[in-house]
């Protein structure tokens, strides 16, 4: 059997996920009990399984007196709590296996449609074969069509004794707001690092075999707070020897993190061939996209929250300097179409480093030599220079953080001591001592460091701008507020050959940069040329107005012509 089914947690208290567990635990100890439970949360993270703990301790003949009172207001002669199922029992394990008939699992997802539910209510109706509550699972419950939803909600509202119904879901925000009202909804979020890390352990320690911890946070990583993901990982490195990182590298690759760290470095130091280089390497190791960029964006999210102390561990840069990153990142569209994979991710990145230099007065080269742009260490030092006064500002574009730029290239991982007296004029000094120690770069232009887009999206982004009218009505339909927006900017074509919406207002361009306003005008854009294609906004001063101006003596010509016209 599958590790992932044969690990089931059997019990409340085995229950990993924390919130979860205190939940039940206190529903256990309560004169009251739902009937009607919502299940939210992403997938591996424990909602079967504490679905089929609820239906085997409710049937449980220890919690008889209890279920009674309960569920069919019998007194109870002694005061009583609910509690943990006997696991080794027949009637348990059926339901631990999903074939008890007093646990019945139904999937939405194919039995979606009002005649289906229909069917439930006749069955919720006939008493359990065995046991005292029936329990029905609804899994992936948000496919359920409006009218199955409309059937269920009188069912619901007044369900049998004998009955008790959990909605199982991944989609909370497709759950009617009727049903969740009726239910009592316990929410399961993703798992924490330590919370999959005592899973794995536990699993581990059942079937004898030791493992590494850097081994074990390899794969906590992967797993992405699923436990079930965990699990099946798990299995798939195990072996009779023990677990170590090479193996899980071997087997699932290599962690993207410490190639993302290494660019972030580059970054700093300003080394564009670097920078190119190491974006290069993630191509060659097939790492997806999306996961990458979900990983850089976890990994920076990670350090801003360490750095708040909103979360244990060391961060890798200030909270300051990491949202500066976040922002620039959103703003490069990077799940946009790109004919090579991390394109958008790499012309983002070497345009911050060109920024920098511009600021800092250097030459900008996108074929910069990498030991040009080294930084000494004699230079600058990791044990003098206070962290917390080198970061970025929350509204200062990358060419105000000169000195961060210069401080952070040898220390991205480094702990960095305080010197509040020194701080300030270290950081004047070590700035003058960095572009001494900077060589002049030669002033050249050279035509194949200017970055142009494939005539194949040229051509895309033409089709675009010659149906904006079609464009935006596909928009209308969907969002008539984005709509209403568009339509008082100008689409273009800029330097590059990609399409470009004019707006004349900051807010206009907030509001149309807005995560969820970028990714419904990609479908929209799709929808017109047949492929996704980034749609850029950028902001343009508003033109003059023209004034009225009265003329004195009008030309008499002008005059006749006027009335010639009304006439």
Known sequence: MAWHRKHRPHLVKELHLTPVREALEKLMTKKTFPQVFLFAGPKGTGKTSASRILGA???????????????????????????????????????????????????AASHRG??????????????????????????EA????????????????????????????????????????????????????EELTLALGSVLKKEKIEADADAIEAIV?????????????????????????????????????????????????????????????????????????????????KSLLQDLEVVEG???????????????????????????????????????????????????????NTSKKKISKQVVSSKMVNKADVSVKEEAPIEEVDEFYAIESENLVSDIKIDEDNSESLLKTNKNNLKDNLPEEKEEKDEEEVFHLTEEIQGLAKILIEQWDRFLQVVQDKNPTVSALLRSSKPSINDTGMPEVSVYY???????????YMSLLGECVKDIVGSSLPLQVVLQVAPVKATLVEVENPSPQLSQLASEALM
């Not at 072996?239 to 290599?254: F, N």
């Open 57 to 107: 301790m409710l049937n449980d003949p220890k919690n008889e007196e209890v279920v009674d009172a309960l569920f069919f207001k019998k007194p109870l002669k002694k005061a009583k709590s609910l509690v943990d199922p006997d696991t080794d029992s027949d009637f348990s394990k059926r339901v631990y296996q999903g074939s008890s008939f007093v646990v019945q699992e139904m999937d």
């Open 314 to 368: 060391k961060p890798l840069f200030t909270q300051k300097i990491a949202r500066f990153l976040i922002q620039e990142l959103l703003k490069a569209n990077l799940d946009a179409f790109s004919p090579i994979t991390f394109l958008s991710l790499e012309v983002k990145l070497l345009e911050l480093i060109e920024r920098a230099q511009q600021k800092s007065g250097g030459k900008t080269s996108l074929k910069t």
């Open 114 to 139: 009002i005649d289906d539910v229909r069917a439930l209510k006749e069955r919720a109706m006939l008493p359990p074969q065995e046991g005292k509550i029936t329990v029905y699972i609804l899994d």
């Open 221 to 301: 990583q992967r797993a992405d707070g699923s436990f079930r993901d965990g699990v099946k990982i798990l299995e798939s490195v195990a072996d009779d020897e023990k677990i170590v990182l090479e193996t899980v590298e071997k087997i699932l690759g290599k962690s993207v993190e410490p190639f993302l760290q290494d660019i972030l470095q580059l970054v700093f130091d300003k080394d564009s061939t670097g920078v190119s280089s190491g974006i290069n390497d993630l191509r060659q190791q097939k790492f997806s996209e999306k996961y990458v960029y979900k990983v850089l964006f976890s990994m920076l999210h």
């Open 506 to 516: 900051q807010f206009h361009k907030e509001q149309l940069q807005q995560q969820k």
């Open 142 to 193: 948000h496919m359920l069509t409006t009218e199955a939803f409309n059937a269920l909600l009188k069912l619901l509202e007044e369900p049998p004794a004998h009955a008790l119904f959990i909605l199982a879901t991944t989609e909370l925000h497709k759950i009617p707001e009727t049903i969740v009202s009726r239910s009592r909804h316990i929410p399961f979020r993703k798992a924490t690092d």
